[in-house]
């Protein structure tokens, strides 16, 4: 079946610096995509969403870039602070009736201060 | 405004025992999901409920697990003689409507541990 993958299970930044977190998605038909941090204990958090229809949206502090051609997607975090460190999920929303999302299974960003 | 809220936070149980987990999703959302979320591993669905339509079981891993949505509102999560491979963290989310685009928020979850 298809499925929402990352690169990097773990990613190691130094505060102040910027962090990239990425993720592959090998089902076309997805054409919704969002970005959830979760921290230790808690349930995962909203952080952005992008529509197939764009390539890149920004937030505060954080960009989401869409690459359709080779089906990837990365979450850009400027100025990376102690607070930003938990597991990042991307999910696709998988088509069909019902829009569940899959999700990858995380990576870890640990930002040391 | 209040988030998805879910009870217990925590649920220890003896093997073969029967578990309800509760959710609560966020004032006006029409749209709830259950999801499981094993150690270190990303988001299993389990089910989704769309204001009074069918529910969408296709996500339940056995016919031990069930789950009801009473009024559109709250919804429980029912397993039946449950097993250690059951552990896990049950997390629900809502949005707005079933409909594409719409984020999912999720609440904490119940961590449940089977002995």
């Known amino acids: 079946g298809e499925s929402v993958g990352l690169h990097l299970p773990t990613l190691s930044v130094q505060e102040g610096d910027n962090s990239i977190i990425n993720c592959a998605y090998s089902?076309?038909?997805?054409?919704?995509f969002i970005w959830y941090k979760q921290e230790s204990g808690k349930g995962p958090q909203f952080i952005i969403d992008?529509?197939?229809?764009?390539d890149k949206r920004q937030g505060q502090r954080v960009t989401v870039l869409l690459n359709k051609t080779v089906k990837h997607l990365s979450l850009q975090i400027a100025a990376t602070q102690p607070g930003d460190s938990a597991v990042y999920f991307c999910?696709?929303?998988?088509?069909?009736?019902?829009?569940?999302?899959?999700f990858g299974k995380g990576t870890l960003l640990t930002v040391n201060p | 405004g209040a988030g998805v809220s879910q009870s217990p936070s925590n649920k220890v149980t003896e093997k073969g025992k029967d578990v309800e987990l509760r959710c609560d999703p966020i004032?006006?959302?029409?749209?709830l999901y259950w999801y499981r979320q094993s150690l270190g591993q990303g988001l299993e669905f389990l089910i989704y409920?769309?204001?009074?339509?069918?529910?969408?079981k296709s996500g339940l891993p056995s016919d031990r697990f069930s789950a009801e949505r009473t009024g559109g509102s709250v919804s429980t999560l029912t397993i039946q003689r449950t097993q250690q491979e059951d552990s896990a963290v049950y997390l629900c989310?809502?949005?707005?409507?079933?409909?594409?685009?719409?984020?999912?928020?999720f609440g904490d979850g119940t961590r449940l541990s089977i002995l």
């Open positions: 989310a809502s949005s707005l409507s079933g409909v594409s685009n719409q984020p999912q928020h």
């Open positions: 089902n076309s038909a997805s054409d919704y």
């Open positions: 992008i529509r197939s229809n764009m």
């Open positions: 999910a696709e929303d998988s088509g069909g009736s019902n829009y569940k999302l899959t």
């Open positions: 004032s006006g959302h029409t749209a």
């Open positions: 409920f769309q204001g009074n339509s069918a529910p969408d």
